[in-house]
């Protein structure tokens, strides 16, 4: 069974440009988690879509956003990027029914300059 | 407020010898628990998890970890570390609900001597 997939595996960009970071949940789940582990700040919880919505997500500002398609497949965007956003930003995936744990992907390291 | 502790921010075992990595939490319902550990330039892999029962829970790579509710702990253990376990470890809480967000540890590094 393949597990999540991440693309593309590094991303450089420039500051004030937009990145867009793509996430193949593994097959069968439905919800799909971003995380950015930036250095010095750990791993934080960004966006968590289900069902095509996004239904939680954590302390970051509204440039931060995503979308989930049909096939549960997500995006991840940054607009107006920032120095501090380079990160390696992580995408998980789980079940919508029994044990939620969550299974994460080699992640997209993103460096903006 | 919620949070997790690894207080071992880097740690050298020799290789064979036991490991035992800490982590004590902080949550405010139930928690549910998780260790993850990440080789560079990887994503995280799931080693083992905590919901209910048995507070020893076993893992993947011969790895275990006891829940003690008393001391908000949930520490890793291995009895005999490989070279190829060097690596850095998260332990990480969360509900056992969609959508939990994952509160995770700064992490700890392991490194093996020979």
């Known amino acids: 069974e393949a597990g999540v997939t991440q693309s593309p595996t590094h991303l450089i960009k420039t500051r004030g440009q937009q990145a867009t970071l793509r996430c193949s949940p593994i097959?069968?789940?439905?919800?799909v988690y971003w995380y950015q582990q930036a250095l010095g700040l750990g791993l934080q919880f960004l966006l968590w879509?289900?069902?095509?919505?996004?239904?939680n997500r954590g302390n970051f500002p509204p440039r931060f956003s995503g979308r989930q398609f049909p096939n549960y497949s997500s995006e991840l965007n940054v607009n107006a990027l920032e120095l501090e956003d380079s990160a390696l930003y992580l995408c998980?995936?789980?079940?919508?029914?029994?044990?939620?744990?969550?299974?994460f992907g080699p992640g997209t390291r993103l460096t903006v300059t | 407020a919620q949070s997790v502790t690894q207080p071992d921010i880097h740690i050298t075992v020799s290789e064979g010898a036991s490991l035992e990595l800490r982590c004590n939490y902080s949550?405010?319902?139930?928690?549910?628990l998780f260790w993850y550990v990440q080789s560079p330039g990887q994503g995280l892999q799931l080693l083992l998890k905590?919901?209910?029962?048995?507070?020893l829970v076993q893992g993947i790579k011969g790895f275990e970890a006891e829940f003690k509710r008393s001391q908000s702990s949930f520490n890793l253990r291995k009895p005999s570390v490989h070279w190829s376990d060097a690596a850095e470890y998260f332990c990480?809480?969360?509900?056992?609900?969609?959508?939990?967000?994952?509160?995770f540890g700064k992490g700890t590094t392991l490194s093996v001597s020979s």
């Open positions: 998980a995936s789980s079940s919508s029914g029994g044990l939620y744990e969550q299974y």
């Open positions: 097959s069968g789940h439905t919800s």
């Open positions: 879509y289900d069902e095509g919505e996004e239904r």
């Open positions: 949550y405010g319902a139930t928690p549910y």
């Open positions: 905590y919901f209910s029962g048995d507070t």
């Open positions: 990480a809480v969360g509900a056992n609900q969609a959508g939990t967000a994952l509160i």
